[in-house]
Nanobody, 127 residues
Framework: QVQLVESGGGLVQAGGSLRLSCAPS????????MGWFRQAPGKEREFVAA????????FYADSVKGRFTIDRDNAKNMMYLQMNSLKPEDTAVYYC????????????????????WGQGTQVTVSS
């Protein structure tokens, strides 16, 4: 059974940092795009960041560009999201996802493109 498990969420003050991790199990995604999405209360799930299979191309939502960094370690079958300068509006449940887009240099920002999803980890930023 394929699972994606997020960790690293928590409560942080505005201006602080968190590092989220995503640990797939059941298969590797070293050939595929992976991404982070988030969903705030009462809002639609939205794209945050994505990274191609080699980690050579990254993509970000405008709202997080310059503050968040996505990376991956294929040897460890792990993906990460470093979040700096956090703002209260970053408060949401963060989900990792995998898109079976093998060996692609570009990754999608659309939810429907992603085939596997984690259960999410809560990030709360206090003002």
């Amino acid at each position: 059974q394929v699972q994606l498990v997020e960790s690293g969420g928590g409560l942080v003050q505005a201006g602080g940092s968190l590092r989220l991790s995503c640990a797939p199990s059941g298969r590797t995604f070293s050939s595929d795009c992976m991404g982070w999405f988030r969903q705030a209360p009462g809002k639609e799930r939205e794209f945050v960041a994505a990274i191609n299979w080699r980690g050579t191309s990254t993509f970000y939502a405008d709202s997080v560009k310059g503050r968040f960094t996505i990376d991956r370690d294929n040897a460890k079958n792990m993906m990460y999201l470093q979040m700096n300068s956090l703002k209260p509006e970053d408060t949401a449940v963060y989900y990792c996802a995998a898109d079976l887009l093998t060996y692609s240099s570009r990754c999608s920002s659309y939810l429907n493109s992603y085939d596997y999803w984690g259960q999410g980890t809560q990030v709360t930023v206090s003002s």
